[in-house]
């Protein structure tokens, strides 16, 4: 019997015994089941189910007890190593970043950490040029207020080798530590040089802007500065903006705008020099 003859019986049937209200019925659950039929020999696709849901709903369980963090940021990396074009992604590469920031800042003792006594005469960029580190990261890790330093006051100066990858096609920038995922950053805007192609650049110059006039770290405007990292490619810049009612700084024609948060944050961690590849 084709299915013609048996959508024809059916709805008979449905009119006959229960009138207007069988033919409702027909038309809502057996004529959809009547049209798969005349398509047959079409597979019906069956959405598959996105493996990273259960894995990041154990990882927030985790960390909502705060039992196995270790655990839960093993399974953030299994995430974006094993599914990086997974919808759910992006959420895992968002709490690993935050939890490796953390880390990072955390006030806690570590291999890669450094304590320095403040001594009489010392100032945050005396102590940046001694050990290396970026003033901000220094004003960053000890949750200064001001610049201003006292003799005996004990701080803690984190280090780490950091890179940067931007992504063309995925239009997204990713901060690395020692080779490692570290951070990932999504742009509010990303408009790149029409000349830049793949390849090795690095960090030329950081620049804070404030009102139309470059400041430096140790001014009082500096706090509410927009930020610009800028590269050894013309046009390859990657900046915020503080102020959108009253630009500190004109927009650059091209670059990777950021949120002034995201690049407060990212301007403490990089420095002159910072290895920057384009994929």
């Not at 990396?77 to 968002?94: G, K």
């Not at 009489?120 to 960029?125: L, M, Q, V, W």
């Not at 793949?198 to 802007?209: D, R």
Request: charged content about 20%; overall charge positive.
């Amino acid at each position: 019997m084709n299915a013609f003859v048996k959508a024809f019986i059916i709805t008979g049937l449905a009119v006959t015994i229960f009138g207007g209200g069988g033919f409702l019925a027909y038309e809502l659950f057996f004529k959809k089941k009547e049209y798969q039929l005349a398509k047959k020999g079409q597979p019906v696709v069956t959405p598959t189910p996105d493996p990273v849901l259960p894995m990041l709903q154990a990882v927030r369980q985790h960390l909502l007890t705060g039992d196995d963090v270790p655990s839960a940021r093993d399974t953030l990396v299994s995430i974006i190593q094993s599914f990086p074009a997974s919808p759910s992604s992006d959420e895992a590469r968002q709490i690993l970043g935050t939890l490796n920031l953390q880390a990072f800042f955390s006030p806690d003792p570590g291999p890669n950490k450094t304590e320095y006594i403040v001594a009489r005469g010392d100032s945050i960029g005396r102590i940046a040029a001694k050990t290396k580190a970026t003033p901000e990261l220094i004003f960053k890790a000890n949750g200064l207020s001001n610049p201003t330093l006292h003799p005996g006051r004990r701080l803690i100066i984190p280090s780490g080798q950091f890179s940067l990858t931007i992504n063309l096609k995925k239009q997204w920038v990713t901060l690395l530590n020692r080779g490692a995922f570290f951070k990932w950053y999504k742009p509010l805007d990303f408009k790149m040089p029409p000349r830049l192609m793949p390849g090795q650049y690095k960090v030329s110059e950081k620049i804070a802007w404030f009102a139309g006039a470059r400041v430096g770290f140790g001014d009082k405007r500096y706090l509410g500065s927009s930020r610009w990292i800028v590269t050894n490619h013309s046009g390859l810049i990657i900046f915020s903006e503080t102020n959108p009612q009253a630009p500190n700084a004109p927009k650059p024609a091209t670059g990777i705008m950021l949120s002034p948060a995201d690049l407060e944050e990212l301007f403490a961690l990089v420095s002159k020099s910072t290895p920057l590849v384009v994929e």
